[in-house]
């Protein structure tokens, strides 16, 4: 009987953390990313905070030797989420998570002046690191760029 209950204890708790390798803080390790030469906008530092279907991404970035955080929140099952864009705009965003749940999908729009800027946001789980890709299209030109984030 002990036994029985310590597989199902075991099974309960795989269950409940299937999914969540995303959470936790993350740093950027620059020399296994391909980053932008010249204007890099990949983040310094990732946390993630996963409960759920609550997917949430603290976002730490660096420029002219300030560091600014930004949080943003989503649902992983499709619906619209809003979150605060740059220079008071809006980011409307839909994620997805995949079936093995080792891929989060973030796509989003965020409507400027200028026009729309296309976003999609790729965070997968590979070589015991977390991949971050961003892949970006707006009348400025395309722009992409994979990090690789260990966890701190």
């Known amino acids: 009987m002990k036994r029985v209950l310590l597989v199902l204890m075991a099974v309960a708790f795989a269950a409940a953390s299937y999914g969540q390798g995303f959470a ?13 030469d010249q204007f890099s906008m990949a983040p310094k530092s ?30 992983l099952d499709g619906k619209e989420c809003t979150n605060a864009g740059f220079m008071n705009s809006t980011k409307k965003s839909k994620a997805t998570i995949s079936a ?15 026009g729309n800027i296309e976003s ?3 965070f997968s789980l590979k070589d015991g690191g ?9 009348s400025w030109g395309d722009m992409s760029e994979t990090g690789f984030y260990e966890k701190k």
Request: aromatic share 8%; net charge positive; glycine share 4%.
């Open 24 to 36: 936790g803080s993350w740093k950027l390790n620059a020399s296994k990313s391909k980053l932008n």
């Open 100 to 114: 093995d749940k080792k891929v989060v999908t973030i796509k989003s729009t965020i409507a400027t002046d200028n």
């Open 46 to 75: 990732l946390k993630v905070t996963q409960n759920g279907n609550a997917f949430e991404v603290a976002k730490t970035v660096e420029f002219q030797g300030q560091s600014n955080e930004t949080v943003e929140k989503y649902t």
């Open 130 to 138: 977390l991949v971050f890709e961003t892949k970006t299209k707006s």
């Open 120 to 122: 999609e946001e790729i």
